[in-house]
């Protein structure tokens, strides 16, 4: 029989393997289940034999209320597993309220660490993972949004943002318009079947955002870079290879520069410099 308590159990953000074996076994022994979407829940829980528990539904709208009847079973001596839809519950997800009044109320609270976007994104971005900060979803408006984004101006650490596919195009034009050179990079789909990641400037990612269909749907984990983490001069492989292009198919300096800078947003003294070196080393 399991200790009465709250357990944290993470579940996985895509890919159904990604499940712990104590995760297994807490979810199996647990009196009740407190599940932000019950109905979605299924579907984790039938994949590892977890069925006809007591479930209770936990969400951002109801979580103070059902912190009471999670307290109370706990307190009778049952146990209860707290489960978001994917990932680490609390992380941009419920929990939290529940978390604070139980511990609030001596009740012990049990983790059990296993998959979360933030973190999974992170380690395949190739941005730099020492120090790093997590914002999660960004304001809508475009005010607010604005202003958050500015506070990372001088940021000198990894920032991590979970976007939806429906605005990442917005808000990568937002983050253009502050700095365009930081690198940064875009995971979709993580350790699903179409996982992908983008990595280049803020400016390059805008580029694709607008023109690749993919990035129009999924789930999404965006990246950026530290102000220390721009790409040199503002050129990445790619914006170099286009420049190169434009000077061997006779564009003037001045014109090939102009193009890539108003494209990508681009500082267009340091494009201009790279350009007459391009020029002069043909
Ligand atoms: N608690 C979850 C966690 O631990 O990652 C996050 C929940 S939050 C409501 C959902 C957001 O996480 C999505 O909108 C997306 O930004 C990100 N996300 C979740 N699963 C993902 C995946 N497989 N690939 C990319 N991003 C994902």
């Not at 579940?11 to 074996?21: A, E, F, M, S």
Request: aromatic content about 6%.
């Amino acid at each position: 029989m399991l200790k009465p308590a709250l357990y944290i159990a993470a579940t996985p953000i895509g890919n159904l393997q990604d499940v712990t074996l104590r995760v297994i076994e807490t979810l199996q022994q647990v009196t009740m289940i407190a599940a932000e979407d019950t109905r979605h829940s299924q579907i984790f829980l039938q994949s590892i034999n977890v069925t006809g528990k007591k479930m209770l539904s936990c969400h951002n709208y109801n979580e103070a209320e059902r912190a009471e009847l999670i307290a109370a079973e706990i307190e009778a001596g049952g146990s209860v597993a707290l489960i978001s839809d994917a990932g680490t519950p609390l992380i941009s997800d419920p929990g939290f309220k529940v978390v604070k009044a139980l511990a609030a109320r001596g009740i012990d609270i049990i983790a059990l660490p296993g998959p979360c976007a933030a973190i999974t994104a992170l380690c395949v971005s190739g941005l730099p993972t020492d120090k790093f900060f997590f914002y999660g979803f960004l304001p809508v408006k475009e005010k607010e949004c604005m202003e958050v984004l500015g506070s990372f101006k001088d940021s000198q650490v990894s920032t991590i943002f979970y976007e939806s596919p429906r605005r990442i195009a917005e808000t990568l034009s937002r983050m253009a318009k502050i700095y365009p050179e930081r690198e940064a990079a875009l995971c979709r789909e993580l350790t699903k079947t179409f996982e992908i990641i983008y990595r280049g400037s803020v400016a390059e990612l805008l580029q694709t955002a607008q023109s690749d269909e993919n990035l129009s749907r999924g789930e999404l984990v965006l990246i950026l870079g530290g102000a220390g983490h721009q790409s040199e001069p503002g050129l990445t492989p790619k914006a170099e290879a286009a420049l190169s292009q434009m000077l061997a198919e006779g564009m003037s300096v001045k014109g090939a520069s102009r193009v890539l800078s108003d494209l990508l947003g681009l500082k267009s003294k340091e494009v201009y410099a790279r350009a007459l070196e391009l020029k002069n080393a043909r």
